[in-house]
């Protein structure tokens, strides 16, 4: 078993404290950044266009994630307390959200400025360090002590100390971290070296091992919903289930007929 009793604020600079999960979550869109910058120049992009693609990737996020958390998981408390949706300081992101909100601000941005390079392609870039990102981003719910597992018995087990607990439960924060690392490997691998391959795949494969990975790892975590599904999947396990589905298909779809393209 281990104690786990980390600070949640990594530093404070008179009254300013800067969270460990804040710096993870923007130490996440940095290195992704840099990620992009260094495959943008390989294929020899304007890497200044990245700049205003980061802001719609991050605000779509935010937003996205805020919403979701707010109407799926605790709609009641949300919908009775409106102005509460913007105090995101207080916590409550949704990855599901998340996912839908950086969907919508490509839609935008494509609609926009119609870039010159398709969805897909693109999409197949960001997905990369999409995957790192959600990594640190578990990371960062770990050291705040939050999106807990249920108890276990296992000599794996953490004792969430600073919750004032004294007995282990599963690490679910650091099980999804590690899936989402797992997929950032192979994506990442996919990439780089996988020289021919349909456009999108990186894309499809990128929601069938995310949200494959937390159909699986929902039943160890404590139900984040404030209501239940009376059924034997939580809302988490329910909410992945198209995600997962639809990057499978898509998979299978692009393998069969999409548009195969060779890289360098």
């Keep these: 078993m281990f104690y786990w009793n980390a600070d949640p604020i990594a530093l404070t600079l008179g009254p300013v404290a800067l969270h460990w999960y ?24 304007d890497t200044n266009e990245l700049d205003r693609l980061l802001i719609f990737i991050f605000v779509g996020t935010v937003i996205g994630a805020r919403l979701g958390h707010c109407l799926i998981y605790e709609p009641d408390f949300y919908l009775s307390h409106p102005m509460e949706i913007l105090k995101i300081w207080h916590g ?46 578990r990371l960062g719910n770990f050291m705040n002590s939050e999106i807990l597992g249920i108890p276990t018995d296992g000599s794996w087990g953490v004792i969430f100390a600073r919750l004032g607990e004294t007995f282990p439960r599963h690490p679910a924060q650091l099980y999804e971290a590690l899936s989402y690392f797992i997929t950032f490997i192979i994506l990442g691998f996919i990439y780089f070296k996988v020289k021919r391959r349909p456009q999108g795949l990186i894309f499809a494969l990128l929601f069938f091992f995310i949200y494959a990975a937390r159909f699986c790892i929902e039943p160890f975590k404590v139900e984040q919903a404030d209501y239940s599904t009376h059924s034997i999947f939580t809302v988490g396990q329910l909410l992945s289930v198209p995600f997962a589905l639809g990057g499978l298909l898509l998979t299978i779809y692009l393998l069969k007929k999409g548009k195969w393209e060779s890289y360098k």
Excluded: E, N
């Design 22 to 45: 804040g710096i993870l979550f923007a130490g996440g869109f940095v290195l992704g950044y840099l990620i992009m910058q260094y495959m943008y120049k390989k294929r020899g992009w």
């Design 92 to 137: 409550g992101l949704a990855s599901h959200g998340g996912t839908i909100g950086v969907l919508v601000a490509l839609f935008i941005y494509f609609k926009l400025y119609k870039p010159r390079y398709t969805f897909f392609t693109l999409a197949d870039m960001l997905c990369v360090p999409i995957a790192l990102v959600c990594t640190l981003i």
